[in-house]
């Protein structure tokens, strides 16, 4: 066993001191090296400047050992089986600060991620857990997960969304996804566990009629079968069939926190899986621009807000983490012409297996409520008014709501009171001032558990208290101020 050997060095040295570690202990050609340093380099820009870096040698790393013990020890060449570790850190770092209690409690603040460096030249950026922190530009809103990791053999706490390139033989894009989005379920929520590359193959083999390795992608079918197998109640959603509201659809999911895998293609042949996980945060000229009303009469409106457009968080596997673009184009950040004009074909999602309302069902839903409390109690006139609906479990909603500072504690103790599924769908009412403070006036609390009819458990809108009994509406005034919105689903 090789001894253990690091580096600590500045972002900017980076790539010349990987290219040191390549060297020594991987006997491979000039070529592959340089070929792999211009990936690590290209890597490597997506992130802040100011960043230090401590580099080690050799660290097993679980996700390539499950695919060099499967594959590529089976193989004539030979291919080593450790990998390199890079972490991240804000700022100078030193090892001592790795050694003393009270240096390491501020260093801890500092820590940003890491990524690993496999020996599959020249695909060499294996898997990561980066923080938006460490990025040149990150004013976003995404779906984040803590892991537990080590570096200098002390521990952190990594945050953010799980990423890997394909190595183009056990992974392609559509591995790379299905392995990011259980990386990223199992760590946010027990009923999940983390997958290598061996079992999406063994439970891809179920339904194939040909090997699987090396890899030549997956069908949205074969993907979808996967995340069933892992226990998701998974939604597959066709452009084709969701003409006019397809991508209001998408937002809706990623608003409510979910990660959603999108299929992109073109006409030049481009077919690839990429997952998004947030978007951008929207500023005064995006609520502005926000159009589609529904005029209720002459002098009242409501306005739905996942008509908004702005560009949105992407993780690709042939690229670092968190690109940006819109929905229209979501392959722009290659900059490649044969990847000019894709579009999305086809998003699947992975639902809570007991949720039976989807995102498009409940969307018809709050309109639907919203339409009907104008024309039977008078709610919402002379105005307009922005309507949000997004998915949330009820424990994470009824803790948001007991500690929200802003709302009336004889409101708070209502919705407590209130017996709710393990999800529901929130539906905030605001206006366009402000919305920008995420600020509300009102909400809808509906069932996600109820497909067959309007599931409206209680609401809050123009100072009402709203019930709800076999979808018969009672009211009851109540004093309501403007109070802050669910924020616990996008960081």
Not at 74 to 100: G, Q
Not at 132 to 152: H, Q
Not at 284 to 296: A, F, V
Request: charged share 25%.
């Amino acid at each position: 066993m090789d001894n253990l050997t690091s580096n600590i060095c500045k972002i900017e040295d980076t790539g010349s001191v990987i290219k040191k570690f390549l060297s020594s202990f991987y006997k491979i050609s000039e070529l592959n090296i340089n070929n792999s340093i211009n990936l690590i380099n290209n890597y490597l820009d997506h992130f802040r400047k100011d960043l230090s870096v401590y580099i080690e040698y050799p660290y097993v790393d679980k996700v390539y050992r499950d695919s060099y013990y499967n594959y590529y020890a089976s193989k004539k060449d030979n291919y080593h089986r450790d990998t390199i570790r890079v972490s991240l850190f804000e700022n100078k770092i030193t090892n001592s600060d790795f050694r003393k209690k009270d240096q390491f409690e501020s260093l801890k603040k500092l820590y940003l991620g890491f990524f690993i460096i496999r020996p599959t030249f020249p695909q060499v950026i294996g898997r990561s857990l980066i923080s938006p922190r460490a990025i040149n530009e990150n004013n976003f809103k995404i779906c984040t997960t803590e892991y537990n990791v080590t570096a200098n053999s002390v521990k952190f706490i990594g945050n953010g969304f799980p990423h890997s390139s394909q190595n183009s033989e056990t992974i392609s894009c559509a591995e790379t996804t299905l392995w990011s989005i259980m990386e990223y379920f199992a760590f946010k929520y027990v009923e999940y566990k983390p997958i290598l590359p061996s079992k999406i193959s063994s439970i891809l083999n179920k339904l194939s009629f040909e090997r699987l390795i090396p890899s030549k992608g997956l069908t949205a079918q074969q993907i979808s079968f996967a995340l069933k197998e892992f226990d998701f109640g998974v939604k597959i959603y066709s452009k084709k069939a969701y003409t006019f509201d397809f991508e209001m659809i998408i937002k809706t999911y990623v608003e409510s926190g979910i990660p959603v895998i999108i299929l992109i293609e073109n006409e030049k042949g481009v077919g690839h899986a990429q997952i998004l996980i947030g978007r951008k945060k929207f500023l005064k000229p995006d609520i502005e621009n926000l159009n589609n009303i529904i005029n209720l009469d002459e002098t009242s409106a409501i306005i739905d807000f996942m008509n908004i457009e702005i560009d949105y968080v992407y993780i690709d596997d042939n690229h670092p983490p968190y690109q940006m673009s819109s929905l229209n184009t979501p392959s722009s950040f290659y900059n490649i012409k044969k990847w000019e004009d894709c579009k999305i074909t086809n998003f699947i999602v992975p639902l809570y297996h007991k949720i039976y309302l989807e995102a498009g069902e409940a969307r018809i839903v709050a309109k639907s409520l919203l339409i009907e409390f104008f024309n039977n109690f008078g709610f919402l006139k002379n105005k307009e008014t922005i309507y949000k609906t997004f998915l949330t479990s009820s424990r994470s909603f009824k803790q948001e709501i007991a500690l929200n500072d802003t709302l009336e504690n004889s409101i708070k103790e209502l919705i407590l009171s209130l017996s709710m599924p393990k999800f529901v769908w929130i539906t905030e009412l605001s206006n366009r001032e402000l919305i920008l403070d995420n600020l509300c006036l009102g909400m809808l609390i509906i069932d996600a558990t109820e497909p067959k009819k309007i599931g409206l458990i209680a609401g809050l809108i123009e100072n009402h208290y709203i019930s709800s009994n076999l979808s018969n509406f009672a009211k009851i005034s109540i004093p309501i101020k403007a109070f802050k919105g669910y924020q616990g689903n996008l960081n």
